[in-house]
């Protein structure tokens, strides 16, 4: 059966033999995405084009408006005025429908019309926000056509005093509340009618629609056959006042007093009329374009149909339209226009033609725009946009008839007719429709925009030219209308958004704007030259490696910080080998993972590889990873050590007591299950502490930034910058920007000790760590004559470098003598007769220099304790990783120095940095 959550780019690959594919039972996988929108023939709906489309348009275009409002219209506009109105509306109608007609033939329409369009072009958010106003937009142009129809009434049959005709004729009451009294009872008329259904008021609606030709071919016959008349008009409110009008006939006096505005005040509301106030009651003959969209779930084939009969509908109403101004301007003088605006019935061949014409057509267009109100209601119940508000709009009678969602629009509509004039409110109802038809243009715009290949409608006679010309008209028209509508209509519609993006479920309609942010991404990635590329603008782009982030949610949190506005990509290593598994185990993985970012609130991509071992896959994804100018350019690792990792899973409510199901198919227990138990104290490692540091000389080598991070899950941020811990007053992020490795080999200038004072500063940069202060630690030895130079050097790039940040002074006497103890003294930085000054290019490489031998258990230790000493008030430690060594045989020794610099010593982040990232020029 065909549903609302069907896509709109259907198929209908099954519905001409109704059969499905061999293999493929009701209970078939897939078979709601391709199967569901073939209807059964006995089952869909039968409405051609003509009686579908054709005939509901044209009788709610021509609505009230041809027969009560052509001379209203004229009257105060003037002849020249009026054909600018009418060609505006119809210029704004005519672009609109070339979008619809787009929209319409790249799939298969279903009910809802234009809400449907909108909802499944530009996503659910837009389309529950302009369908609702497009609902709402049809709700009081019920309202107004009611309201036509009882003016009509009590034109005829109205009490007037010295009204001229037989007394009887004019017997019923006039006022408010008598005028409501009839509106809420032809209201209940048009209840009873809808009730039985769209097919018995589509037939019925036929014979309406050759009432009303009939009725407009005796109106043109009149303008030939009837002489000259003088009439006597008086009004309820008028006093004694009576108005002489005047039928002259085909007379060029006529016409030349017709021609130029004359705005004056409306006798039925007693308000000043204006350009934009006639406008607005004219345009609600044109408003009728989307009667056949509304009937998309009655049609046998919308596709074919809402082009067709929406364009003949046009032309035919526009040509009838045009020839009545003519008539109208040629024929009757202003007098006639003004005071009485349903002078047809006056100038005749027999008056009850027109009266009959008015009461078919006003009732026509009441139930017309009452179903078509209704189809809405009930496909925005269907999607559940609105929850428990519109939920009973979807039950439906055994015939399909949405009779709950009908008698929501009747409750609405009779709240409308307390305005109790047609011309009170006319402007919010052009304001509306106008807003829905600016929605239709805009949709397909984005289509044309996006360049989808599936977007390939059947109607050509468009382009992005005549959306933006239709979007822009619409705009210009509603404030110039009322500004004050106008505003209001958009704020409702920007909270209606609102409300949607945060309260509706996940659609499978497909969104627009992710077309959109495809296509200007592609765009914007071809002009990001990697050649073009300046350390100015550098900024970090993280590759972040995990192996179960049950044990790393902090670390994966602490590098969002650190990204500032970068590429952040979670990689993973999945081992395994495509030969020997049936398909790709790899892509079911990755709704889990982006599941994972949403629950953590961090702006990362996820990239998942299958390889045989960690560093393969690793290498891989260092080689592979982004696109274009956006390329990670730091590798963020985990610490490798024995510890035994906390679950994080455990702890976070968000993934014990939040949300059950994220709308992609994920809820907690799914995630709990996918992500494996965190590693025991027993539990194998995926990788050995040789190939662990292969990773590290591997990305260095490939020109990579190397990040480790270990003892972040003890880095408690809520507790640290709460405001009951004094908002971080006092909390240190502390750098060491020395190799305390080889304290011997590099100074505080070079390349590695400049990227992790940059890291630092970006850190510091984050909103939520600015509290913190930023320490820089400078080891001197109290036999070093120079520190004072070395801090005022410091001071002087700090300063350079726009770093705002503390530097402490470390004696470290004991420690360096345990450094000396065990190799030869050597010419160093700080010793008066022996320093040698290194230049920003040769200095990575002196840093980088491990000589592990030379470096004694004694001495990390002292290093470890001296860190630790000085991280009284410290949430993170910046320190300078050295290189690997050369020889692979060194790689464990190696890992065990690191092992011994940062035992114990809370969250720490070793960072060795091989790119310029500072600059000091502008």
């Known amino acids: 059966m065909s549903t609302e959550s069907s896509p709109l780019l259907n198929y209908r690959l099954f519905s001409v033999t109704g059969e499905l594919p061999e293999g493929e039972g009701p209970g078939a996988q897939g078979e709601e995405s391709v199967c569901s929108v073939a209807t059964p023939p006995e089952q869909r709906p039968g409405l051609n084009t003509f009686f579908g489309v054709v005939v509901p348009t044209v009788l709610s275009m021509f609505s009230i408006v041809v027969f009560m409002r052509i001379g209203f219209v004229i009257g105060h506009a003037g002849f020249l005025q009026a054909l600018l109105m009418l060609a505006v509306a119809y210029i704004i109608i005519t672009l609109t429908i070339l979008s619809v007609c787009a929209i319409s033939t790249n799939g298969a329409v279903q009910g809802g019309g234009a809400y449907f369009m909108i909802s499944r072009t530009l996503g659910p958010e837009f389309g529950g926000s302009i369908g609702l106003m497009f609902y709402l937009a049809n709700v009081c142009a019920c309202g107004v056509y009611i309201l036509g129809l009882v003016e009509a009434i009590l ?255 009747w409750a609405l509509v009779q709240l409308v007719l307390f305005a109790g004039k047609l011309n009170t409110i006319a402007g919010i109802v052009t304001v509306f429709y106008l807003m829905a038809y600016a929605a239709i243009d805009l949709a397909c715009l984005a289509l044309e925009w996006a360049s989808a290949p599936n977007f390939r409608p059947t109607f050509r006679f468009f382009s992005w030219h005549t959306c933006v010309l239709g979007l822009v008209s619409c705009f210009v028209m509603m404030f110039l209308i009322n500004a004050v509508y106008t505003s209001a209509s958009i704020v409702l519609m920007l909270l209606l958004l609102v409300f949607i993006h945060y309260r509706a479920p996940t659609s499978s309609w497909g969104y627009i704007s992710q077309a959109l942010i495809f296509h200007q991404v592609r765009k914007y990635l071809l002009l990001l030259d990697v050649r073009k590329e300046h350390v100015k603008f550098w900024r970090p782009q993280i590759l972040l490696m995990v192996a179960n982030p049950r044990a790393s949610c902090q670390l994966i949190k602490f590098i969002n910080d650190l990204k500032k506005g970068g590429l952040y990509v979670l990689g993973h290593v999945e081992i395994g080998d495509l030969d020997t598994v049936p398909s790709d185990p790899i892509q079911p993985q990755y709704n889990f993972w982006l599941s994972l970012v949403d629950r953590l609130n961090v702006k990362a991509f996820v990239d998942l590889t299958l390889s045989q071992s960690v560093r393969q896959g690793a290498q891989h994804l260092l080689r592979i990873t982004g696109l274009g100018g956006m390329k990670p350019n730091t590798l963020v690792l985990g610490f490798y050590d024995s510890c035994t990792p906390e679950d994080y899973f455990l702890q976070d409510p968000a993934f014990r007591d939040g949300l059950e199901n994220d709308h992609f198919g994920v809820d907690n227990s799914a995630l709990q299950a996918h992500f494996p138990p965190v590693r025991d104290r027993e539990g194998s490692k995926a990788l050995g502490p040789s190939e662990y540091v292969s990773l590290v000389s591997d990305a260095l080598k490939m020109g990579k930034n190397v990040c480790l991070g270990r003892y972040f899950h003890l880095l408690e941020k809520g507790a640290l910058f709460g405001k009951g811990q004094g908002q971080g007053q006092g909390v240190a992020v502390d750098v060491w920007p020395l190799n305390l490795l080889r304290p011997d080999s590099a100074s505080y ?174």
């Open 749 to 922: 200038v070079d390349v590695c000790s400049l990227f992790l004072l940059q890291m630092a500063c970006i850190l510091n940069m984050v909103p939520s760590w600015r509290a913190s202060r930023l320490l820089i630690f400078l080891c001197v030895e109290s036999g070093d004559d120079g520190w004072v130079r070395k801090e005022a050097k410091l001071r002087e790039l700090l300063g350079k470098l726009r770093i705002k940040a503390s530097i402490k002074i470390v004696a470290w006497d004991a420690v360096a003598a345990l450094h000396w103890h065990n190799q030869p003294r050597a010419a160093t930085p700080g010793h008066a007769g022996g320093e040698t000054e290194r230049t920003l290019a040769d200095a990575p490489a002196a840093a980088s220099a491990t000589h592990l031998g030379r470096v004694s258990e004694e001495y990390l230790d002292a290093v470890n304790q001296l860190v630790r000493s000085q991280a009284l008030h410290t949430a993170v430690s910046f320190l300078y990783l050295p290189r690997p060594p050369a020889d692979t045989a060194q790689y464990e020794r190696y890992l065990e120095q690191l092992d011994r610099v940062t035992r114990d010593l809370g969250p720490s982040l070793l960072i060795h940095g091989l790119t310029p990232v500072t600059c000091t020029e502008l």
């Open 155 to 409: 034109d005829v049959f109205g009490k007037i005093s010295g009204a001229p005709g037989p007394a009887g004729l004019h017997a019923l009451p006039q006022g408010y509340w008598f005028s409501l009294l009839y509106a809420t009872g032809l209201l209940l008329l048009c209840l009873l009618v809808c009730l039985v259904g769209a097919e018995i008021y589509s037939k019925a609606s036929f014979l309406i629609f050759l009432v009303v030709t009939i009725v407009l071919l005796t109106i043109l016959v009149s303008f030939f056959a009837v002489g000259p008349q003088h009439f006597n008009i008086a009004h309820q409110d008028g006093g004694n006042v009576t108005y002489s009008g005047s039928f002259t006939g085909f007379n060029e006096s006529t016409l030349r007093g017709n021609l130029y505005e004359q705005y004056s005040r409306d006798y039925t509301t007693n308000t000043m009329m204006s350009f934009a106030t006639v406008f607005a009651i004219l345009f609600n003959g044109c408003t009728g374009i989307m009667a056949g969209s509304n009937m998309s779930g009655e049609l046998r084939d919308p596709s074919v149909s809402i082009p067709k009969g929406t364009i003949i509908a046009v032309g035919y109403t526009f040509f009838i339209y045009l020839l009545l101004f003519f008539m109208v301007s040629f024929t009757c003088d202003r007098v006639l226009l003004l005071q009485d605006n349903g002078f047809f019935r006056r100038i005749n061949v027999w008056p009850p033609f027109v009266t009959i014409g008015i009461y078919s057509t006003s009732l026509s267009a009441s139930m017309s725009s009452l179903i078509g109100a209704s189809r809405i209601l009930h496909a925005l119940a269907k999607d559940q946009l609105f929850g428990v508000l519109t939920a009973p709009a979807k039950i439906t009678s055994k015939s399909g008839n949405p009779w709950v969602a009908v008698l929501y629009t």
